[in-house]
């Protein structure tokens, strides 16, 4: 069974440029996750969908930040424009969701760096 | 608010040796109980988690945590450390529909051969 793909893996990009990353969970789960975890720190939530709805987006910077997740499956995150600060790895996670076990599955993440 | 407390920044131990990770959480309801590994440029990696009945549970690779609801502990064990559980391990805190998903700061963990 495939687990939750990234990409890319990597990305460097000059302060006030646009970025996005790509999410593809894995089959069959509903709740997809976005997180950002800052060097040295643990994992904190940026949004949570449910299916296609975001249920939880209050810790997302919306002036900078989007997200979507068309048709329930794959979701993409953009940051515009992109500042020092947001350089961190950006992860990924996708759980069945709806009152089971609660246990997130991640993909590998994508490293940001800001110039 | 929820919240997971880890208190050491990082630990050393020799290869061989054993393994005690500390995590404490706030939480207002019945926790459900995660410890996750982080080995460099991967993912989180679910060693073990508790949800309910026995508070002593087994993981993977030799890992077992013990939960204290007097303690409002969730330490991580291992008896015997190898090389390669050279990691940074997370405590985490949510509930079984996936809400309220807090983690820890991190332990870092480094093995002396």
């Known amino acids: 069974e495939a687990g939750v793909v990234q990409s890319p893996r990597y990305k460097i990009i000059e302060k006030k440029q646009p970025v996005a990353f790509w999410c593809n969970p894995i089959s069959g789960h509903n709740t997809l996750y976005w997180y950002r975890q800052n060097l040295g720190q643990g994992p904190e939530l940026l949004i949570r969908y449910e299916n296609e709805e975001a249920v939880d987006d209050s810790q997302l910077p919306k002036d900078r930040f989007s997200a979507e997740r068309l048709k329930g499956v794959d979701s993409t995150l953009k940051i515009q424009p992109a500042e020092l600060g947001d350089s961190a790895v950006y992860l990924c996670?996708?759980?069945?969701?709806?009152?089971?076990?609660?246990?997130?599955?991640f993909g590998p993440g994508t490293r940001l760096t800001v110039l | 608010a929820q919240s997971v407390t880890q208190p050491d920044i990082h630990i050393t131990v020799s290869e061989g040796a054993s393994l005690e990770l500390r995590c404490n959480y706030s939480?207002?309801?019945?926790?459900?109980l995660f410890w996750y590994v982080q080995s460099p440029g991967q993912g989180l990696q679910l060693l073990l988690k508790y949800f309910s009945g026995d508070t002593l549970v087994q993981g993977i690779k030799g890992f077992e945590a013990e939960f204290k609801r007097s303690q409002s502990s969730f330490n991580l064990r291992k008896p015997s450390v190898h090389w390669s559980d050279a990691a940074e391990y997370f405590c985490?805190?949510?509930?079984?529909?996936?809400?309220?998903?807090?983690f820890g700061p991190g332990t870092r963990l480094s093995v002396l051969p």
């Open positions: 996670a996708s759980s069945l969701g709806g009152g089971g076990s609660g246990e997130q599955f």
């Open positions: 985490a805190v949510g509930d079984n529909y996936g809400q309220n998903f807090v």
């Open positions: 939480y207002g309801a019945t926790p459900y």
